[in-house]
């Protein structure tokens, strides 16, 4: 068995204590180091806690500065020594039973020129009743194609290509971007078998409308790798289009109506109440339909559109002189993977 290491960038949330239990209960050839990423603003307390005995000889807490997933992740992974691969988990997932025993015959399988491996992330949903959108929201993570909730990357991969891109300071969207960026460097990736589950952690009726944050992050994945960028990453493109139509109309009526045009006034807000209602209607016809789940999605349905639209906006100023990433030649900076990996077996 090659030898790994586990990151797990954290705030400190109760899930920790669950991930690394699990994970120390897992079968299998253990991790060499676990590296803890504290990555909350004031660290109040101490991580051990959370710690199980079986892992405490081999778990180590660095400090992560608040400045996102991405730049701790890149804290740990330097931290963990010299290990063959990285495994980066969030710290509410919960790895299988089988899950050492299963990144074993992951890594086993592995070809040299294989930068990451993926596990299967299972998102636990309520048996009784469809799920809220909140609920819907996280079990898209399932099928995800690139997830760092549970991903082991290559060292050496890790090393070609500088690690995670720190601009991305939320959990969302530095994934793809690694992912892009190591295939462009002549890496694969590929699926593993091991199944970690991802819980659907609470969260409140505002989620939705803090969320829409991840436009400004899409806008930074346009300037980096280009419009494709959707399509090779399969990620869903979203209704951010649909959002500007919307709130266009919703301005164009307020705009009408204080030049006291009121017919061009009536037809803007009747095409804002009636794209509002879609996205509403959209948004309650899946779920449990509940009082409370109608009323947050009809609050947050007029909320989300001018969300996405601002956050797409300050994307498009907070990044528009980003250029655009540049594939990697042979030897720059790292020798290709295919080139690299002849070495190692040389050697």
Not at 37 to 49: F, I
Not at 56 to 62: D, G, L
Not at 117 to 132: C, F, G, K, Y
Not at 197 to 213: D, E, F, M, N
């Amino acid at each position: 068995m090659t030898g790994y290491a586990v990151v797990v960038p954290t705030l400190g949330r109760p899930g920790l204590a669950t991930c690394l239990r699990a994970l120390a209960e897992a079968s299998g050839p253990g991790p060499e180091r676990v590296v803890l990423v504290d990555d909350r603003p004031d660290p109040a307390g101490t991580l051990a806690a959370h710690v199980p005995p079986a892992l405490r000889a081999r778990t180590m807490v660095v400090h992560g500065g608040a400045r996102g997933p991405a730049a701790a992740r890149n804290t740990g992974w330097r931290a963990a020594g010299d290990v063959p691969w990285i495994v980066f988990l969030d710290d509410d997932v919960v790895p299988g039973p089988t899950w050492a025993d299963d990144l074993a015959l992951d890594i086993a399988g592995a070809a040299a020129w294989t930068a990451g491996l993926t596990a299967r992330i299972e998102v636990p949903l309520p048996a009784d009743r469809p799920p809220t959108d909140w609920e819907r929201n996280t079990a898209g993570l399932a099928t995800a194609r690139w997830i760092t909730a549970d991903m082991a990357v290559r060292r050496e991969a890790l090393e070609a290509v500088g690690g995670f891109d720190e601009r991305f300071r939320r959990a969302f969207r530095e994934d793809a971007d690694l992912a892009l960026r190591l295939l462009d460097a002549g890496w694969t990736l590929t699926e593993g078998r091991r199944a970690t589950a991802h819980p659907v952690r609470p969260a409140g009726r505002w989620i939705s409308v803090r969320l829409q944050a991840g436009n400004a992050d899409d806008v930074l994945m346009t300037r980096l790798h280009g419009r494709d960028w959707w399509d090779r990453a399969g990620a869903p493109r979203g209704r951010l289009r649909t959002h500007l139509a919307v709130t266009g109309a919703g301005v164009a009526a307020l705009g009408c109506a204080a030049l006291r045009r009121p017919r061009a006034a009536a037809a803007c807000a009747t095409a804002w109440l009636a794209g509002t209602a879609e996205f509403a209607l959209a948004r309650v016809l899946p779920g449990p339909r509940t009082r409370d789940e109608i009323v947050t999605m009809a609050l947050t349905s007029v909320l989300v559109p001018p969300a996405a639209c601002w956050h797409w906006l300050r994307g498009r100023i907070a990044h528009r002189a980003v250029p655009p990433h540049v594939p990697y030649e042979a030897g720059e900076p790292s020798p290709a993977p295919r080139q690299a990996a002849r070495e190692r077996l040389r050697s």
